[in-house]
């Protein structure tokens, strides 16, 4: 298997304030606390990046041979494997040549896994879905494909242990519609090993919440399937708390028993039960401050952010929770979440602009810049950045030139096309392939599109067919327009920007970009899709 390919910066080596900080922070009342877990991980990640790989496999003893059949232990170990990994270059570099030095290890094909699950995670933030890009979307796509071969392989080489299944059953959960089966797939095979895993019942009820178009019969028949197979009450327990929890989030949510009703107060108090009953109070601790938050009561909320730290101070989503929270007045407190969130993870380019804007919002303008300036590192096609770099300079009483020239937006094309109409022509042609291959081949064949059909080669061959394309001035101020009011790159794309860029180019809503245009994306694809059908013949042939 290949090495993982991380969007890496040397450039980006941002280390303000170092995790012990946080750490610290986290430490300050460790009443009741597993600290030890924190310990794990803390010695884990120091041993890889110190390539003491014999005391790292030392540390994960309890997760291998030594692991012990029960609930608990199953899921310290699956926070050990999702929670050590961060996107540092140091620890990359580490994982990946412990990886090639031991390629047929249980433990380095799931912390490879986890790797770049997590890196996909990073691409595509934790916005809902409505604030994610296509190009997010892909890249996310893709980097939960890649990682359930490792969970695969972790499968082969250790078919009695959980994790390789259970990793692999939550990386497919979050794909779209058309890899339902893929998971059904996984998830059964992962049954008739583990009849009674109380991990994967949790998971299933996770994935059937209302607001992912599940229901709460579904969650309750889950539960109720779990009970009649294994009899077991403390199963069943976790279960009906997870169910709670699900409810409590629902109660203030936009979907299920509290859509256009919130009942904040009720949700608190589950959730408060829930603390007292010693239910992932990570997870609780975290939802509490969202209810919290979303009351404008920012003080609670920052306390069970806290809170939810001290439990675990290396989880990803925690610690993106507490950078990104937009309802914090306390400007210290997130400033430090985020720079402890950038120096785990260097290359997201969605905190850095985050970063950018609470420094601008305080006024702290050459902050800002610089912040921006890191994101636009990672993704120079993206308006937003150059937007409030040039905002901020103004403030600084600096002239500034417009970013928006003819010649930045051909260089954005790419990320912005295929239009619909091209996608829809891409899909048509994928069809008439899939249905010539054999039933028993299409999985294996949805994979390879994943790994032909990527945005690098589109990108790549478009902008090469684009230089030579010939258009007239007033076709590349359509297309410019179209760009202005299609595109959704990312939640920071604003409607001011895309209204201003109408004005300055003076264009209408075209239905189509240009004929021309959408005539070249579509004979890139047909491009990409030739070379597929000759890579994948023997895959192809009947």
């Known amino acids: 298997m290949p090495n993982i390919y991380l969007k890496m910066n040397t450039c980006i080596a941002f280390s303000l304030i170092a995790l012990s900080v946080g750490i610290a922070r986290a430490g300050k009342d460790t009443a009741g606390i597993d600290s030890s877990l924190s310990s794990q991980i803390s010695q884990l990640r120091k041993s890889i990046i110190a390539k003491d790989y014999l005391a790292a496999h030392r540390i994960l003893l309890p997760c291998g041979n030594g692991f012990s059949d029960n609930y608990e232990q199953e899921q310290r170990c699956l926070s050990i494997y999702k929670d050590t990994p961060n996107l540092r270059e140091d620890l990359v570099e580490a994982l990946n040549h412990w990886f090639t030095l031991e390629p047929d290890s249980v433990h380095t094909n799931i912390l490879m896994g986890s790797l770049i699950s997590l890196d996909g995670w990073v691409e595509r933030t934790h916005f809902s879905s409505k604030g994610v890009s296509l190009n997010q979307m892909t890249y996310f796509r893709k980097a939960q494909l890649n990682a359930v071969e490792y969970f695969h392989q972790a499968t082969i080489l250790e078919p009695n242990l959980p994790f390789g ?214 993704k120079p096609f993206e308006p937003a950045p150059w937007q409030m770099i040039s905002f901020s300079n103004r403030k600084l009483g600096r002239e500034t030139p417009h970013f928006e020239s003819e010649e930045w937006f051909k260089d954005t094309l790419a990320y912005v096309f295929p239009s619909q109409s091209v996608l829809t022509f891409l899909i048509t042609k994928l069809n008439e392939v899939f249905e010539k291959v054999e039933q028993n081949k299409r999985q294996e064949l949805v994979l390879a599109m994943e790994s032909h059909f990527t945005l690098e080669r589109y990108t790549q061959k478009l902008r090469h067919n684009l230089e030579v394309l010939e258009l007239t001035h007033q076709e590349w101020k359509d297309v410019i327009t179209y760009y202005a009011h299609t595109s959704r790159i990312t939640t920071q794309t604003t409607k001011s920007h895309k209204d201003k860029v109408v004005e300055r180019f003076e264009g209408k809503q075209p239905d189509l970009p240009s004929s021309k245009v959408n005539l070249i994306a579509q004979q890139t694809l047909s491009e990409l899709k030739n070379e597929f059908i000759v890579t994948y013949e023997d895959l192809l042939r009947n």
């Open 165 to 378: 299944y259970l990793m692999g059953a939550e990386a497919l959960g979050k794909l779209p519609e058309e890899y339902d089966q893929y998971r059904l797939n996984w998830v059964n095979a992962t049954k008739e090993v583990f009849p009674n895993s109380i991990s994967l019942a949790k998971m299933e009820i996770y994935d059937n919440q209302v607001r992912w178009g599940g229901s709460y019969e579904e969650m309750e028949a889950v539960k109720d399937r779990y009970w009649k197979s294994s009899n077991s009450q403390d199963g069943r327990s976790v279960l009906e708390n997870q169910i709670e929890l699900i409810k409590s989030r629902d109660l203030y949510g936009d979907h299920g028993i509290g859509e256009g009703n919130p009942d904040y107060n009720l949700a608190q108090s589950i959730l408060y039960m829930l603390l007292e009953k010693g239910f992932s109070p990570a997870e609780v601790h975290m939802q509490l401050a969202e209810a919290h938050s979303m009351k404008k009561e920012h003080i609670e909320a920052e306390m069970h952010i806290g809170e939810s730290l001290k439990q675990n101070p290396f989880n990803e989503f925690g610690l993106w929770v507490a950078g990104a929270s937009l309802n914090s007045d306390d400007f210290e407190n997130r400033r430090e979440y985020l720079n402890i969130y950038l120096n785990n993870y260097p290359s997201s380019y969605a905190a850095w602009v985050q970063l950018g804007r609470l420094h601008f919002d305080k006024g702290h303008y050459l902050e800002a810049i610089e912040s921006y300036s890191k994101s636009i590192e990672i």
